[in-house]
């Protein structure tokens, strides 16, 4: 898994403002450039403004050439912070493919946006740019009606259309612009231009956007591919990294950092007095601190507002977790079983000792066959291609099947060495009995603070001491980042997922399952007497 503190430090685009050359055979750079400045402001009336460092990207989309005289470009991604007038230049180039040289008959260009309300904002700069025109607005038609501009002289048309919009099948578009990609719910509307695309030559995808949260949706993949393009892991001349984005582990009020990935900012937008003003509320509450860090630093985060831990340093974790060498050593292993509501993930987790005071992990995840879809829309998680690769088990029904997860459970106490098995009491009251009917060794672990605060306490020093390894597990990780914390007034602190719809299930039952591996042999961290004696009823 790629170290999110890996993806800002090595990725700046520094070719725009080296100088370097920018090759351009066939001229078709200049000409985008020329076509863009003789398009008016549609608020002044004046030149549109295209500063050196959105020329640079210009010329660098449209210039390179293969020997056949095709452009290499086929993919730009922009990932600039909020107020950098990123929607202005993608609208100059859908102007640009629409009535300008990049042009082709009956050519469609489309924004795509994740709802209606966005996709009008890229929709109306288009507009203006053509409007004020004296030369293109008699030419084109504004039906706005269908957010459609067309070219009746070549049949060439704009449309903005959005991922709520229900489907978009058919569309073979010659330009897409992907806007703010970070807010799109599902991959579906993604999916099918992606694949229009392709069915045209010489076709150009540009995705701007600014940074996002989590993981586990399409634009951090789309953004960490090219991270990877810019590092040179992945040699792909085809798609264009345009990444400013500060690192993670930054000093948010500094200054020179917000001139380093804002390149507007020594263009006058977006405002330096407001980000100071931004800077000084963020220093006060954290929820505007980690806007701020989000939207105009291009930091990307984790899901929690107030999270657990460092998803950086949870992320140190990855490392195998190999279940065959647990099973032949037979080491001692503890379970803790997490079971769910229609809405939620039922989970149980393994754990055993890492050397002396570290811990491995491993969950099996179980959610409702017929509710995968409706998970994966609400979320925007990829539930069913979790289920597809195993990670997590779907179970016939709209509900979660107990008789699946029972077997489970006996099926890792025949194949580990079991010592325990957690069980957060809620809805587990006949699989607890069963289990204990026949000899497993069951036990109750309560969910309220008493219980719950050591073993938090005891997850997060062993996950920020770097001795808590999970595999990489995509389920897990995506529960331990919706996590945020509750503090009481002894700065005791317990799981809580605010109002998010998000799961924590998981990282609830890693939590269950490392405190009682570390009770066992007197390692927790606590000294109070309950946890032992009175936690754990059987």
């Excluded at 985008?32 to 295209?50: D, E, N």
Aim: glycine content about 8%; proline content about 5%; overall charge negative.
């Amino acid at each position: 898994m790629t170290n999110p503190i890996r993806s800002t430090s090595d990725t700046f685009p520094h070719w725009i403002y080296d100088g370097s050359e920018i090759p351009d055979p066939l001229g078709f750079g200049d000409r985008a450039v020329k076509f863009l400045r003789m398009l008016k402001h549609p608020k002044s009336g004046k030149a549109f403004q295209l500063d050196p460092w959105q020329e640079r990207i210009v010329r660098r989309i449209y210039g390179p050439r293969h020997d056949d005289g095709s452009r290499i470009v086929k993919t730009a991604v922009i990932l600039v912070p909020r107020g950098n007038r990123k929607t202005s230049l993608a609208a100059a180039l859908e102007a640009l493919h629409t009535v300008g040289p990049e042009r082709v008959p009956g050519g469609e260009v489309i924004t795509a946006a994740s709802d209606r309300k966005q996709a009008r904002i890229a929709y109306e700069e288009l507009r203006g740019l053509l409007a004020c025109h004296p030369k293109i607005a008699p030419n084109v038609r504004m039906l706005d009606y269908r957010n459609r501009i067309t070219y009746p002289k070549i049949g060439s048309f704009c449309e903005a259309i959005s991922a709520d919009a229900g489907t978009q099948h058919g569309r073979t578009p010659q330009f897409v612009l992907a806007d703010e990609l970070h807010a799109w719910k599902k991959r579906d509307l993604w999916d099918v231009l992606r694949s229009g695309l392709v069915k045209t030559p010489g076709s150009l995808l540009v995705v701007a956007t600014t940074a996002g949260r989590g993981q586990e949706n399409i634009a951090w993949d789309i953004v960490d591919d090219a991270r990877k393009v810019a590092r040179g892991e992945v040699d792909d001349p085809s798609i264009l990294p345009v990444l400013f984005e500060a690192p993670r582990e930054c000093d948010w009020t500094d200054e020179e950092i917000w001139f380093r990935v804002n390149p507007g900012l020594r263009h006058g937008y977006p405002d330096i007095e407001g980000l100071r003003q931004l800077a000084r509320e963020g220093e006060r509450r954290i929820g505007d601190r980690e806007a701020f860090r989000q939207l105009n630093l291009n930091i990307w985060l984790d899901h929690a507002t107030d999270p657990f831990v460092d998803m950086a340093i949870y992320d140190e974790g990855s490392g195998a977790v190999d279940l065959h060498t647990m099973e032949a050593e037979q080491r001692e292993c503890w379970l803790a079983v997490d079971l769910s509501s229609n809405s939620d993930l039922t989970v149980v987790v393994a754990c055993w000792r890492d050397g002396e005071d570290g811990f491995q992990v491993w969950p099996w995840f179980f959610c409702p066959e017929d509710n995968l879809r409706g998970r994966e829309d609400l979320s925007g998680q990829p539930y069913t291609v979790w289920a597809s690769e195993g990670q997590i088990t779907a179970t016939e029904g709209n509900v979660v099947d107990f008789r699946a997860v029972e077997d489970q459970v006996r099926e890792l106490c025949a194949r580990f060495n079991v010592q325990e098995i957690a069980f957060d009491p809620h809805l587990a009251r006949n699989m607890l009995n069963n289990l204990l009917e026949d000899g497993f060794p069951a036990v109750e672990m309560r969910q309220g603070w008493a219980t719950m605060a050591p073993a938090v306490k005891e997850l997060e020093r062993a996950i920020v001491g770097r001795r808590f390894r999970h595999g990489g597990h995509p389920v897990l990780r995506w529960n331990f980042s919706n996590i945020e914390v509750r503090t009481d007034p002894a700065g005791n602190r317990t799981f809580h997922k605010g109002k998010s719809r998000d799961k924590i299930d998981g990282a609830v039952a890693s939590a269950m399952a490392v405190a009682r591996c570390a009770a066992d042999d007197g390692a927790l961290t606590t000294n109070a007497e309950w946890f032992t004696d009175d936690m754990w009823t059987v």
